[in-house]
């Protein structure tokens, strides 16, 4: 069973670009059938996706996020991270990484989440 | 983008209450539907997935239905361990898309 762990700095400084890494355990990151990707939520806001890559390296992200988002795979260590460059106030969100079979489909394995605060 | 609204927002239920959650697409998805249960502290888990199939190791009082764009998840005896937050999302187009979700408190 697959098992997904975020990590990351907790706060952000508005016009900085938000780090997070996503720690695999439980199974090959290299996987063909596996996507890897992120998803959030802001305070009092529904889950967004923001975008996945495949074992291949190709990458799909949410279009609300203007190209300001960047994930990228490490296989050598079993992680993927996600760079989101110039943040504001509506970046803070609790942040998850997920496992999914595929751009468009559902979601057997979530990170718990860590939080993210973008703040002066 | 698929809006997917779900409804309520907030749920109150005694322990061995039939409970429904509703979630509606904005347009067609077939049954390209999932429902997580999502507990404080915890990572979302699935409970079912195109729309009707009961996720492996899911107690079998959760179930799903669909009806054009109306898609029902229900807990035909709410048990304590079910107090949690649901929600739905759509996965037929792209980007894939999520409800709002529910809290499902006890009475």
């Known amino acids: 069973q697959v098992q997904l762990q975020e990590s990351g700095p907790g706060l952000v400084k508005p016009s900085e670009t938000l780090s997070l890494t996503c720690t695999v355990a439980?199974?090959?990151?290299?996987?063909?059938?596996?996507?890897w990707g992120w998803i959030r939520q802001s305070p009092g806001k529904g889950l967004e996706w923001i975008g996945s890559?495949?074992?291949?390296?190709?990458?799909y992200y949410n279009p609300s996020l203007k190209s300001r988002g960047i994930i990228s795979v490490d296989t050598s260590k079993s992680q993927f991270s996600l760079k989101l460059t110039s943040v504001t106030a509506a970046d803070t969100a609790v942040y998850s990484c997920?496992?999914?079979?595929?751009?468009?489909?559902?979601?057997?394995?979530w990170g718990k989440g860590t939080t993210v605060v973008v703040s002066s | 983008d698929i809006q997917m609204t779900q409804s309520p927002s907030t749920l109150s239920a005694s322990v061995g209450d039939r409970v429904t959650i509703t979630c509606r697409a904005s347009?067609?998805?077939?049954?390209?539907l999932a429902w997580y249960q999502r507990k404080p502290g915890g990572a979302p888990k699935v409970l079912i997935h195109?729309?009707?199939t009961l996720a492996t190791g899911v107690p079998s009082r959760f179930s799903g239905s669909a009806s054009g764009t109306e898609f029902t998840l229900t807990i035909s005896s709410l048990q304590s361990d079910d107090l949690a937050e649901y929600f739905c999302?759509?996965?037929?187009?792209?980007?894939?898309?999520f409800g709002q979700g529910t809290r499902l408190e006890l009475k």
């Open positions: 890559i495949n074992h291949s390296g190709n990458t």
């Open positions: 439980g199974g090959s990151i290299s996987a063909t059938t596996y996507y």
């Open positions: 997920v496992n999914i079979f595929g751009v468009t489909n559902f979601i057997p394995v």
């Open positions: 195109k729309a009707t």
């Open positions: 347009q067609s998805i077939g049954s390209w």
């Open positions: 999302q759509q996965y037929n187009n792209f980007p894939i898309t």
